[in-house]
């Protein structure tokens, strides 16, 4: 429904709400649960909430760090992250990786998660995720305001060169997305969404209309 007396603030003067909206507005936002090594090989697991794919072919995904994290010094330093699907089943280990530990300190053994050697990349994956994207780092891009001003916060863009899928997840040979029951970062502080198979719906695109 069209409204004319819709709640308007302008960014710089706050939003006049108890709570800022914009992470609840842009959202469910795929959660980008980054695994990545330092140049001395400690491994880091995180996960990201401004995260998404940016081109087809090559595969391009990024995700956005807000401050110079671990993450990105070690996307930085070897050239290479992997993604790791966060599912309903992997909620609980995956906020644990959240936590703000020592440079030095494992999330993999915080988490109880299994770390496991990529293919192409230095990075390890995590077993127990059922999609894994091995990536190369492309682009490290630091965000500016509108003024040219540089924000601490990084861009990080990868090329996925290797996919791990588990063969559950596909049927027939098509990835089955509401199976894996991906968890979403939603609004509020402690929001998120669960894709299921009662989410579900069809539309065809104009185009592809006979």
Not at 36 to 44: D, E, V
Request: hydrophobic share 35%.
């Amino acid at each position: 429904m069209a409204r004319d007396d819709a709640h308007f603030y302008e960014t710089a003067a706050g939003t006049g709400l108890p709570h800022d909206p914009f992470n609840a507005i842009v959202g469910p936002r795929p959660i980008g649960w980054i695994s990545s090594l330092s140049a001395s090989g400690t491994r880091n697991l995180a996960p990201y909430s401004f995260f998404n794919g940016f081109n087809y072919r090559p595969a391009i995904v990024g995700f956005s760090s807000i401050g110079w994290k671990d993450s990105v010094a070690n996307a930085s330093a070897t050239g290479d992250f992997v993604w790791n699907l966060a599912t309903r089943e992997l909620a609980n280990p995956m906020n644990e990786t959240s936590a703000s530990i020592p440079s030095d300190e494992d999330e993999f053994t915080r988490s109880g998660l299994t770390p496991v050697p990529s293919r192409l990349v230095g990075s390890p994956r995590v077993l127990e995720s059922p999609v894994n994207f091995e990536c190369r780092l492309t682009q490290l891009i630091r965000l500016t305001d509108v003024d040219g001003t540089d924000v601490d916060t990084w861009l990080v863009l990868g090329q996925v060169v290797a996919v791990h899928i588990d063969r559950e997840r596909l049927i027939d040979g098509v990835y089955d997305t509401y199976g894996a029951r991906p968890i979403l970062r939603a609004g509020g502080p402690a929001d998120y969404a669960e894709i299921g198979p009662e989410s579900k719906f069809a539309m065809t695109r104009p185009d592809d209309r006979s």
